[in-house]
């Protein structure tokens, strides 16, 4: 008797099956683009700082460099060194508020300055009017250096 009972029943029809089989194929497919998307977005940031803008003043018998830099990449960006004409400054000379008299100086920490994505900053770099033979209208290479081996160049003219 219990042979003939199973033997009655009936299953699922096969076109059902294939339905049923390619909704949890898509939902599985999708699952694991999202999953991927979200590991591959962990691994694929980047900075990318750019120079907007450069200018130079002058102040007395010296130059005030002014850079406005911005983050437009994903990740943050650590600057810590800066190059004038590809020569590096000294040690001493980071973080300065004003010009060092024979020497150039600039405000950015000897120990890096972030720069988060999105994120504006204006960096100066003081050039004393003693430092090498500068003059007006003599144009620099300022280089600035990041933490990640990125270097951001931008050529000012001194007025």
């Known amino acids: 008797m219990k042979?003939?009972?199973?033997?009655d029943?009936?299953?699922?029809?096969?076109?059902?099956?294939?339905?049923?089989?390619?909704?949890?194929?898509i939902t599985i497919a999708v699952a694991v683009a999202?999953?991927?998307g979200g590991i591959a977005g962990q691994y694929t940031?980047?900075?990318?700082?750019?120079?907007?803008?450069?200018?130079?003043?002058?102040?007395?018998?010296?130059?005030?460099?002014?850079l406005e830099l911005k983050n437009s990449g994903t990740a943050d960006a650590?600057?810590?060194?800066?190059?004038?004409?590809?020569?590096?400054?000294?040690?001493?000379?980071?973080?300065?508020?004003?010009?060092?008299l024979g020497a150039v100086s600039t405000d950015i920490a000897y120990a890096g300055t972030t720069l988060t994505s999105g994120q504006p900053l204006t960096v100066h770099v003081?050039?004393?009017g003693t430092y090498g033979t500068?003059?007006?209208?003599?144009?620099?290479?300022?280089?600035?250096?990041?933490a990640g081996g990125m270097d951001y160049i931008k050529l000012i003219e001194l007025v």
């Open 134 to 146: 500068l003059s007006s209208g003599t144009t620099v290479s300022i280089k600035v250096h990041s």
């Open 126 to 128: 003081w050039i004393s």
């Open 45 to 66: 940031k980047f900075e990318k700082v750019e120079i907007q803008t450069g200018y130079s003043t002058k102040v007395g018998a010296n130059w005030d460099v002014t």
């Open 78 to 100: 650590t600057l810590n060194r800066v190059f004038v004409n590809d020569k590096p400054l000294l040690q001493a000379n980071y973080g300065a508020s004003a010009v060092v």
């Open 3 to 7: 042979l003939s009972k199973l033997k």
């Open 9 to 25: 029943r009936k299953a699922i029809s096969p076109v059902i099956a294939t339905v049923i089989l390619v909704a949890v194929a």
């Open 34 to 36: 999202y999953w991927m």
